[in-house]
């Protein structure tokens, strides 16, 4: 019972890095969603998709791209890593849209960016 | 601008004794509410939830009641246990896509 799990749990990068954050959810949910959290702001959603090979714009998609090639995968993906990027960024899944009762979160990602 | 609002970051409670936790929000398109808890280094479990066309819900000693008119919700835990220790977040929905939560608020359980 694996539910929604992230790779990497930590990492550390400099400025300008780029990165791809794995999401993995096992419950053959359609709706995944990626989310920041950071001191002060609550969760803010950066991108989401509603089923394989969609994608779409959250509240804070600058600076982020996301695939979802195949349906129990979404991938966040910073291609020039920038300070203001350092959070705690959260994967979630849902059977339908709204993640009402059906929605599963990762355990996060802290990232870093010196 | 934070349309979800946790003016509490803080609150401890006795063991034994009831727990209130409030939320409120701005934008009257909000059509779901949710609490999500949250422990060190995991991520947010679903806790309950109310639709805007009911006033309250109930789960055990978990009891969610909203206000629309003066757009306020709040979450009641009766009775409090140590094991009730997280961070909680109110979450509202708008459309079927996103949540907006709020910055949360930690509640410690003395026991």
């Known amino acids: 019972n694996a539910g929604v799990t992230q790779t990497p749990k930590f990492r550390v990068l400099k400025t300008g890095q780029s990165m791809t954050l794995l999401c993995a959810q096992d419950m053959n949910h359609e709706y995944m969603y990626w989310y920041r959290q950071d001191p002060g702001m609550g969760l803010r959603l950066i991108h989401y998709s509603v089923g394989e090979g969609t994608t779409a714009k959250g509240e804070v998609p600058d600076g982020y791209n996301v695939s979802r090639l195949k349906k129990q995968n979404f991938l966040l993906g910073l291609e020039s890593a920038a300070p203001s990027q350092t959070s705690v960024y959260f994967c979630?899944?849902?059977?339908?849209?709204?993640?009402?009762?059906?929605?599963?979160f990762g355990q996060g990602t802290r990232l870093t960016v010196v | 601008d934070q349309q979800v609002k946790q003016n509490s970051p803080s609150l401890s409670v006795q063991e034994g004794r009831i727990s209130i936790l409030n939320c409120d929000y701005t934008n009257s398109m909000f059509d779901y509410f949710l609490w999500y808890k949250k422990y060190p280094a995991e991520g947010p479990t679903f806790l309950i939830s109310?639709?805007?066309?009911?006033d309250k819900n109930e789960d055990g000693r978990f009891t969610v009641f909203l206000n629309k008119s003066a757009k306020h919700l709040s979450l009641h835990i009766v009775p409090s246990q140590p094991g009730d220790s997280a961070v909680y977040f109110c979450a509202a929905r708008s459309g079927a896509n996103n949540l907006f939560f709020g910055t949360g608020t930690r509640l410690t359980v003395i026991p």
């Open positions: 109310i639709s805007s066309i009911k």
């Open positions: 979630a899944s849902s059977r339908t849209g709204g993640l009402s009762t059906e929605a599963f």
